[in-house]
Structures are given as C-alpha cells and as structure tokens.
C-alpha cells in the first residue's frame, strides 16, 4: 500500500464499498472509476492506496475478514478447529462464498488478482493453520510426520466448494463442524 492519508474509518467505507460493487457487478466489471464514484474519491487517490483493482480487492476481502485461526489456542487440535468454525456467521459465509466462487472464476483470467489473493488471503490463513497444527504435533496430538498434515487445507478449502457444487447450498457451520469430525480430524488421526 502507497503512504497512506485514509482514516481508518474511510478506509473501512471504501473497501466496503469495493466488496458491495464486487457482489452487484462481478470483478470483471469493476472498475476503478466505478469505486471512485461509489466512494467520492479520484482514481489518482485509489492508486496511490493501491496498485490497482487487484491489490483493491484483495485487500478489501482481508480487512472484513481477520485470519480466522489467529489467536486461537483452546489446548486441542479439535477445539482450535472447532472455534475457528465458530467465528463466523451463517449468514457472512452464504455472503463470503458467493463472492469467492466469483473470484476463483476471475483468477483463471487475471494473474494479478490471483497473486494478490494469495498474499492477502490464502497465505495468512494458511500461515496460521499451520502455527494450529504445529501446536497439535507440539502437544503430542499429531505424529509430525502424518502425511494428512500437508493436505489440511486443501481439505478445509475442499469443504468450502464442493457444498455449493454438489448440494447446491452454502457452506454453514453445522457443516463445517461436521465436516471437521467426520473428514478432517479422522484423517488426521485425531
């Protein structure tokens, strides 16, 4: 991000407003004149905030959405997992899900967007998954060398499409926390 002169609450209204455009009109559509009007900025300020649409909405996705295992330490694998499921809503993870599948559509196309996605989003949440499962190893739950470990989020990402894709529903968090007991936790051992 460019020197920044937002405030932190205008800041929190312009991503807002780029993640309400993202729903009405895809990634593809927007613009960034579109987000300048929306939020009574020039573009010359949005580019100094941000390189551009991607990094924009890439960030936008990370300022609503905390990296949900960060802090989370209950003294079990399954009750770390079980309260990361547990801080979200039904209703943000119908919305999030919505708007993601959108965006895996647009990645294809767009390398950038794929590049920042990955920093803003995947890494930190893969980051912090891995700090759970290293304590799980830590504290004797799981055999370091598990060959499961590597395909937890693979598994958890897996859990996030295949619903919508197979059931035509999204995910909730009655699913995922089965999903947990039943997929994730037994293919770990747990």
Same mark, same amino acid.
């Given at each position: 991000?460019?020197?920044?002169? %937002? =405030?932190?609450?205008?800041?929190?209204? @312009? $991503?807002?407003?780029? @993640?309400?455009? +993202?729903?009405?009109? *895809? $990634?593809?559509? +927007?613009?960034? /004149?579109? !987000?300048?009007?929306?939020?009574?900025?020039?573009?010359?300020?949005?580019?100094?905030?941000?390189q551009g649409k991607p990094e924009l909405v890439a960030r936008a996705l990370r300022h609503r959405k905390p990296v949900r295992?960060?802090?989370?330490?209950?003294?079990?694998?399954? *009750?770390?997992?079980?309260?990361?499921?547990?801080?979200? /809503?039904?209703?943000?993870?119908?919305?999030?899900?919505?708007?993601?599948?959108?965006?895996?559509?647009? !990645?294809?196309?767009?390398?950038? @967007?794929?590049?920042?996605?990955?920093?803003?989003?995947?890494?930190?949440?893969? =980051?912090? %998954?891995?700090?759970?499962?290293?304590?799980?190893?830590?504290?004797?739950?799981?055999?370091?060398?598990?060959?499961? %470990? =590597? $395909?937890?989020?693979?598994?958890?990402?897996?859990?996030?499409?295949?619903?919508? @894709?197979?059931?035509?529903?999204?995910?909730?968090?009655?699913? %995922?926390?089965? $999903?947990?007991?039943? !997929?994730? +936790?037994?293919? +770990?051992?747990?």
């Amino acid at each position: 991000m460019g020197r920044s002169r %937002l =405030t932190p609450e205008r800041e929190a209204e @312009l $991503y807002a407003a780029v @993640l309400d455009l +993202l729903r009405e009109v *895809g $990634y593809d559509a +927007l613009t960034m /004149d579109a !987000v300048a009007a929306r939020t009574r900025s020039s573009k010359a300020t949005l580019y100094r905030q941000w390189q551009g649409k991607p990094e924009l909405v890439a960030r936008a996705l990370r300022h609503r959405k905390p990296v949900r295992a960060a802090g989370i330490d209950t003294g079990t694998l399954r *009750g770390d997992l079980h309260e990361m499921v547990a801080r979200d /809503d039904d209703r943000r993870m119908e919305r999030d899900s919505a708007l993601m599948r959108g965006l895996v559509r647009a !990645v294809h196309d767009n390398p950038d @967007l794929h590049r920042a996605l990955r920093e803003q989003l995947i890494e930190p949440e893969v =980051t912090g %998954l891995d700090a759970m499962l290293r304590r799980a190893v830590d504290r004797g739950e799981l055999a370091a060398d598990h060959p499961a %470990l =590597t $395909y937890v989020p693979h598994m958890l990402v897996g859990a996030l499409a295949a619903r919508q @894709l197979i059931e035509g529903r999204p995910v909730d968090r009655a699913f %995922l926390t089965g $999903y947990l007991d039943a !997929v994730v +936790l037994p293919a +770990l051992g747990v």
